[in-house]
């Protein structure tokens, strides 16, 4: 894993809760990147990280992941964090479920408007096409 920036006094090293090198995680895992504004000038930033996954075998092709974003940063406001977090696995219960909820009852709404409005469209096509179809016996 490799991180790139040009801060230009703007902003911090980037702080990563994972080790540089290592195994890939078996299990779903979280890992959290910092990019830490120091507040003294304003700047936008191209950060670049890079993931090398090695495989085990030649059989397999390596991967190389590469994820960009643009850090903005402003004058006078400092995005600085002095605690660590570790790394959680995703079905960790001190981890709040609400958006999740929040998301699943979205999806079973609009999967009902859904229903609703196909059945609706259903039966007014059998409306329209019986209209239609006793029109042309006459």
Not at 33 to 41: E, K, Y
Not at 45 to 59: F, G, H, K
Not at 61 to 84: A, E, P, Q
């Amino acid at each position: 894993m490799g991180i790139d920036y040009e801060s230009r006094g703007a902003m911090l090293p980037p702080q990563v809760n994972i080790s540089e090198r290592g195994y890939v995680p078996t299990t779903l895992q979280t890992f959290r990147v910092r990019l830490p504004c120091t507040g003294s000038r304003s700047a936008e930033i191209l950060v670049t990280m890079q993931l090398n996954i090695s495989a085990p075998d030649r059989m397999h092709k390596d991967v190389r992941l590469t994820f960009k974003r643009n850090k903005i940063c402003l004058k006078g406001l400092s995005t600085i964090v002095t605690h660590n977090d570790t790394a959680r696995l995703a079905g960790d219960a001190n981890r709040s479920t609400g958006g999740v909820l929040f998301a699943a009852g979205g999806c079973a709404a609009a999967a009902l408007a859904l229903l609703a409005g196909a059945a609706a469209a259903g039966t007014l096509y059998k409306r329209g096409n019986k209209a239609r179809h006793h029109d042309s016996i006459q």
